[in-house]
């Protein structure tokens, strides 16, 4: 629900019901994960998708029967080989859809109001639903906060409440969507309810060092993947508003002093453009060490050959050296900005989700992999 944050925000400040279906379980190769949302007004306007297609025009109509009734509902959509003609995944997944009306007014329509104005203002957030369990408790609704502070709650019992805002805080400590187990008593052991947890946390940082050509093709394309991107470079003469106008921050500093002093997570990508060992190396001495998601420098293969040697001369270990992606990117045969910017991002998403870079129709691999899957390709 959180991924369409923005527009729902909008509807419930203008006063619209509406309803709600999101994912909360998938089998086998399913489109969407858990969290993607669709969502119907009372006028039969619709955002956002759980499918790409497949069942969408099932799900919308049991959006508007929520919306009449008043009901929460969980229904799954499956392949059948017997009826290939039923409203089905034809890719051959299962997925679990919570459709749950969204009132003005109600507790429910003030959690979610909250949720939205968080998600909207950038804020880190969870959202805790129960999506199995008693029908009186289905779709209830808690907002959690990094404090462990919440909004709402989830029925009888406040020691259920406490409980699902501990299991919804450390959730979003990781930036996790993604369902627990607990008892109708609030103990953790699994049993009578199910809660999808879905986080909301600022967006991951792109890092672009050496304010060149590739870096304006990059910069589209790091906003496009959901990025908050930065473009660094020393000179003042590149590094302009002007050049790069949908950068979120034009940094000019040398890049080694701005990358130890700026904020970085697990989640952050570095890409190093600037091809000059005065600012790659000192640059890239820093950024090996640091727990980032993902470091590449651009250059050629003898740029590449001569880069690590210096590396090594500056102390880099070879562990360190290991995690640089060098030349940066995919390949993909690139020659433009636009395609270098491409295969790098196509790198990038690569390293993050566990996929191979070689083409799905030469790959025994499963298309969509989930945490498990990514581990055991990487192991």
Known sequence: MLDIAEELLRWAEEGRDFAV?????????????PGAALAVDSGGTAIGSVSGGCV???????CRQALADGRTVRERFGYSDEDAFAVGLTCGGVLDILITPVRAGTPAGTVFRSA?????????VAVARVVRGPDDLLGAALLVRPDGSYEGGLGRLSELDRTAAAEARAFLDTGRTGTADLSEDGTHCPGGLTLLVESSTPPPRMIVFGAVDFAAALVRVGKFLGYHVTVCDARPVFATRARFPEADEVVVDWPHRYLRGTATDPRTVLCVLTHDAKFDVPLLREALRMPVAYVGAMGSRRTHEDR????REAGVAERDLARLRSPIGLDLGARTPEETALSIAAEVVAARRGGTGTPLTDSGTPIHRDGAERQAAAA
């Not at 969408?56 to 049991?62: I, M, P, R, S, T």
């Not at 690590?308 to 590396?311: M, V």
């Open 21 to 33: 279906a999101t994912v909360v379980a998938v089998g086998g190769s399913a489109p969407r994960g």
């Open 56 to 62: 969408e025009g099932a799900v919308y109509d049991l």
């Open 116 to 124: 939205l104005a968080a998600v909207a203002q950038g804020g880190p």
């Open 308 to 311: 690590d040697r210096r590396l």
